[in-house]
């Protein structure tokens, strides 16, 4: 769907590690040493889902096909990245093609880990990396807004949007995120942030990287930053890279069996994916035959016929109805059959909107 998260942070905070653990494959080289990524390392993961695994069950499918999401791996930013310093704005813009930035951040004191800013402090290191964005969108939309000083003479769209992209500057002047501007929120507002992509209209997310112990316990460095994803109105995900790391390779069952042992009910990682995935605006839908138990990804509040087009565009052109059956209908009757007879399929047609979940078969004429 062209929707990514991209994974950003200081130099030697766990990032790449992190990515490495994403993806179950070591190909986002991690080592102690700063901008050992140089170019943007992408990835496509599935989405953990345990819904396809009943679903499968009472199937007996040939295949498991899961949503995934797309991550985006960018070198550790430093302090002047916006200017040049480091690898510099060529990072800069790779983020401005995600749609969610999830921020790692270094939670732990370890020695033989150097950091960029010399001691660990993640209010400062956030403080770092949020403003260098800052910094860059200031640049990205002085542009915009000498460009409309042109248009607006005659073009009242345009003197509107300078308007509005002049109040903007003062805001992110005085250190603010974009997201957090709500003067405004008019079309000619929604249109200046399309063509700006402003780094800091994008959610934020962070992950708090801890060592063990702070898996089980928070430490000063997470709550600390809790309050500040708190006042900020972020999502924040804790999670021990190293350990996320060593669960590759296991099997599900093993890896339940680990994390049960640390205490964990869920690794930071499948968090990561799950809160990726709401933050994006995305659900799932899922068809289930002897082929394939597949979920299909569509944005939240998307029509039968707009989610059919996700199989083929020829099933939304040529529409009919749309079979549904509720999830928790069709595993606790025990599949399409049961679900028949005991009246839980429902026809719907265009206007329907499409549940999470919902077990679906589209009728189309072609």
Excluded at 45 to 53: Q, S, T, Y
Excluded at 92 to 111: A, G, H, M
Aim: proline residues 2%; charged residues 30%.
């Amino acid at each position: 769907m062209g929707l990514a998260i991209g994974l950003v942070g200081l130099p030697n905070v766990g990032k790449s590690t992190t990515f490495n653990a994403l993806t179950k494959a070591q190909n986002a080289e991690a080592a102690n040493y700063p901008f050992c990524t140089i170019e943007p390392n992408k990835a496509i993961v599935p989405v953990p889902d345990k819904r396809l695994n009943a679903l499968a069950k009472i199937v007996n499918p040939e295949r498991i096909q899961y949503s995934t999401l797309d991550f985006v791996d960018i070198a550790g930013l430093v302090k002047g990245a916006s200017k040049g310093e480091g690898l510099g704005n060529k990072f800069l813009s790779n983020i401005r093609e995600t749609e969610v930035i999830l921020q790692i951040v270094r939670c732990f004191d370890d020695d033989n880990i150097v950091h960029n800013e010399g001691n660990i402090d993640p209010l400062r290191d956030v403080d770092i990396i949020e403003g260098e964005l800052i910094l860059a969108d200031i640049e990205v939309l002085s542009n915009r807004t000498e460009r409309l000083k042109k248009q607006a003479k005659t073009d009242k769209t345009a003197k509107i949007m300078l308007e509005i992209g002049e109040e903007l500057l003062e805001f992110l002047g005085d250190g603010n995120l974009a997201i957090n501007f709500t003067n405004n929120q008019s079309e000619e507002f929604k249109l200046l942030m399309h063509e700006t992509r402003l780094l800091t209209y994008k959610e934020i997310m962070y992950g708090a990287n801890v060592d063990e112990d702070g898996l089980l316990e928070d430490n000063a460095y997470v709550v600390a930053l809790k309050e500040h994803a708190a006042k900020h109105n972020c999502e924040i995900i804790k999670l021990c890279a190293k350990i996320e790391e060593e669960l590759i390779g296991l099997t599900e069952e093993e890896a339940n069996e680990f994390l049960t042992d640390l205490g964990v009910e869920e690794s930071g990682l499948e968090q990561i994916i799950h809160k990726g995935f709401d933050k994006l605006g995305l659900m799932s839908y899922f068809t289930a035959g002897v082929k394939e138990v597949r979920a299909w990804t569509i944005r939240k509040n998307t029509t039968a016929p707009r989610a059919a087009a996700v199989i083929h565009n020829d099933f939304e052109k040529g529409f009919i109805r749309a079979e549904v059956i509720a999830y928790n209908d069709f595993v606790e009757l025990g599949g399409e059959a049961k679900a028949k007879e005991a009246g839980k399929m429902r026809l719907e047609g265009k206007e329907y909107i499409v549940q999470d979940g919902d077990i679906m078969h589209f009728r189309f004429n072609l």
